[in-house]
């Protein structure tokens, strides 16, 4: 079976805000089978535009990424987010 993945593409507006984003959101996508596989770090740009930070969770499946993103708990925290972050969040199935 195919993996899942929330894919994140992520520029911070209030830093010291988001960090309760960062906080929260950790525990509840990992109950729901996540696995942080990229969050932040070094990146560059080397073709197009792009938000400022990147993300990747993966899931073992499609539809329990799709489960995860759209938990009423997760939602909350997105929120979080939302109020002081710019974002695109993607949810991509992978190769088998």
Known sequence: MAKGYIMGHITVRDAESYKEYVEKDTPILA?????????GGQ?????????????????DSYELARKAYHDPEYQ???????RNADSVIILVEGTE
């Open 31 to 39: 109950a729901l089978g996540g696995r942080f596989v990229i969050r």
């Open 43 to 59: 990146s560059e740009v080397v073709e197009g535009e792009a938000l400022s930070r990147h993300i990747l969770i993966e899931f």
């Open 76 to 82: 909350v925290v997105a929120d979080i987010r939302r």
